[in-house]
Structures are given as C-alpha cells and as structure tokens.
C-alpha cells in the first residue's frame, strides 16, 4: 500500500541503483515514553545513521521523511530515506536479492501483511525492544506478525479493500450505491454512457487493479470470495479454487474489461485507478484506503464529491468481500544498529504516530482505540463507519502456504490476467489454477 515514482521493472535495474548508493557511500506507550526507554545511550552524539525503505505510493515518502526527521532530531541519530519499487511484488524481489546478500544497506523496511512468513529468517525479534507496545494493536496483525514465536515486525498501518462513487453522479442520475457487483455495472454503465452523451468522452464506470502483480491477488480475491468461492487455499492448506462460483467470478470481472473499464486498466495499479478517478473520469474505483486523503485536497478534481462504501457483494447469496492488506515497519538482521532501527521501528508505529498518519494521510490504524478517536473520525469519517471491513477483512493464503506464497501469489494473478485478457474462460483459469498450485505445493503439504 507508499511519493509515486517511476515503476523499475528489471532487478537488473534495482542492482544499478542499489550499487550507485553504495558507491556514494549511502548506505511502546506513547510516542516520548518509547523513545526515553529504547533510545541508544551513544545516539545523543548523532553517530548512528540508518536507512529506512518506507514506501513508494502517494504522499507515503513525504510523511516517512517528516516523521523520521522528528525521530532523528530527538534522538541525534540520521535516518536516510531509500525510494523503493512502486510495486509490492518488485519490492519483495529487491528485499529477498537484498537479504539473499546479506547487506546491511537497509536497516528498516516495510513490509507487506503477506511477508513475514517469507521474510522470516531476515528480520529481528522485536519483543526485546518493544516494552510490550505489541499489545496495543489489533492482536490478529501481532499474530501474523508472530513467526515461530518471535515478533518480526510491528504494525504501522492495516488496509481493506473499498468502493469509491461519485457521490455527486449516483445524485445527478437518481441511482442508490450498488449492492452487488451485477448493479454495479448496471449504474455504471448508466452513468457511463450518459456522461458521454454530455460530453465527457473520457468517463469510465469502473476502474480497479488490473495488471499482473499482487495488487491483481487482491481483486482477484475480493471477487472470488463474494462469489463464495473461498479463497484459493484454505486455512488447513487445501486447494480449493475450482469451483463454480470462483469461475462465475472471474468471469463477472472479464465482461467489465472493454465495456464500463478501459482496457488499459489490464496494465495499471492503485495509482493508475487513482488517477482516472482523481480526475473525474470515473463512477466507481476500487483502492484501499490511502487514496481519500489524495482526493480531498484542493487540487482534486473530485474534492467533496466522493463516496466510500463496502466493495459489492458476488452473485445470488454472495457476501462483500474485502482483502486485508496493510504493511508492516521490521529491522533487518543484517542492520549493523539493530537497536537504534527498533527504537525507529517504536516511534513510527506508536499512537501519536499512527494517529498523525490517520488524520493527515488517512491511513487506517492498527490500534483499536484511534478509530473512537474524535480527531481521527473528523478527517477521515470512514473510519468509523467502515471500522468492521477492516477488522473482518479476508487475509491472502500466506500464513498456510509460507515461504511459497509468493509463486502461489504469482500463480493468482496470472490466472486471474488470462481470464480478464480474454485469453481463457473462468471454468478453465479455475482449473488450471488449482493443477498450478498443486504443482508449487509439490505434495500433501505446504
């Protein structure tokens, strides 16, 4: 989930940049009780230097530099910000080529909710540095981030899946927000096609994440367990994608492409949808959270008249789904100052922090008690209103299927692409999606 930069697609190009850092040489309680507690006894002389990589999309490098900035100036220390890969699947491949290498050039990175069991044998043990901070945090992300009984990482911010309208078209044509997916393509249509009869040529219904990447797990996901198709691999390991339902999905998301979604949406992002929709060309727009507070400042095309609301239940008894996302703050076990990262690490996700970021980037907390915030609710409404899509939110199989997620993953997205490129049918992408993950599981078990 991140300042917008251009995507680097070849690891090639990440080890051309990497390189060109190191040859310039680059590389709780409340927030003031953290830091009173962990910070280093010699980082008062400002001899420690860290480097964080702390997001790519938005305005998330910009926030990351203003409160690493607080920390340093409060501790004496200096932290360096590395820009990271747009795409969460190009940064797991830089991190693992990063840790496959055993540098110490990162010494802070955030990580995806889907990482840990992958990241596992990289990262610290967080429990001697964090004064039971753990404990104030929803305990279903402190579990996920529990491997093998120790804490690799800490919670900074916990993500949905949601439904952005334009509130101001569903009032100017009469037209409710849509309960399922079937009404909404019908409203989107509708509006569509209305719109450019009026003269808006470039206004799309329905915009979403659709190239080949983990954004497209995530959609494909939310699709498939509205349908009650399950979620690609159970719980208890077992493969459960060829189905009806899951196939009725894929199949549902395939008609939108070339009708209410620009083909191009096969080839875009979060910040691809974001910005169709940000410039008021279209109706509806699935994102995570991330993308209110971008639209609510005054440069917005859409400022004032956006509407956020659950993502749309499948067919005939379908449910809404939302994919949990949200990212993690860990400390690499290669860091040459593991404390003084941990001591980052607590600052970053304490409350004063978390709630800075809720109000000012709209980024859900993973702390309970800042979603009856008064402060927090005022600049982010949705919060409230929405506080049980992110607390039941439907999590990707990692957790079972460990450090092979990221091929089962793969495997996700690239069914779900064939289908929506019109290159296969649901029944078949189903099928061959379950004889794929077979083979990555390469036996009984995960």
Known sequence: MMAKLAEWKQIGKW?????AVLALGACGGNKGDAAKADAPADSKGGNVELTISCGSVGQDYEMC????????????????????????????????????????????????????GILKNHLVDLKQYSNGAESKHFPAIIANNTVD???????????????????????????????????????????????????????QGFVFQGKAYEGLTCDSLEWVSSFGGGSFVEADGKISVN?????????????????????????????????????????????????????????????????????PAG??????????????????KYSKHPKEAADLVMFLTSPEIQKQRAIEGSYNPT??????????????????DLYDVFTSAVARPSTVT?????????????????????????????????????????????
């Open 367 to 384: 702390i309970p008690e800042l979603y009856k915030d008064a402060d927090v609710l005022k600049a982010t409404p949705f919060m409230g």
């Open 243 to 311: 189905n009806p339902q899951a196939a009725a999905a894929f199949d549902t998301a395939a008609k939108w492409v070339g009708t209410i979604s620009p083909k191009s949406v096969l080839n875009g992002g979060e910040e691809e949808a974001r910005g169709i929709f940000q410039n008021g060309n279209a109706v509806f727009m699935r994102n995570w959270p991330y993308a209110w507070s971008l639209m609510q400042k005054d440069d917005s095309k859409v400022k004032d008249k956006v509407g956020v609301s659950p993502l």
């Open 402 to 446: 460990g450090d092979k997620y990221n091929e089962v993953s793969a495997a996700i997205w690239n069914a779900t692409s064939s289908v929506l490129n019109g290159k296969s049918n649901g029944a078949d992408a189903a099928k061959k999606l379950e004889e794929d993950l077979t083979k990555i599981r390469r036996g009984d078990k995960w």
């Open 315 to 332: 067919g005939e008894g379908g449910k809404s789904t939302a994919t949990l996302g949200g990212w993690q703050l860990a400390v690499s």
């Open 15 to 19: 080890t051309m940049t990497v390189g």
């Open 65 to 116: 530099k203003k409160l690493t900035d607080a920390w340093a100036q409060k501790t004496g220390n200096k932290v360096k910000l590395f820009t990271a890969p747009n795409s969460s699947t190009d940064i797991l491949a830089l991190f693992r080529q990063q840790f496959g290498a055993g540098s110490s050039d990162l010494d802070v990175v955030m990580i995806d909710v889907v990482w840990p």
């Open 149 to 203: 009984g120790k804490l690799i990482a800490m919670p900074w911010f916990t993500d949905g899946g949601l439904m952005y309208y334009r509130k101001d078209l569903l009032e100017k044509h009469n037209l409710p927000v849509p309960k399922t997916w079937a009404e909404m393509a019908e409203t989107a249509q509708k509006i569509q096609d209305a719109e450019r009869a009026a003269g808006n040529k470039d206004m």
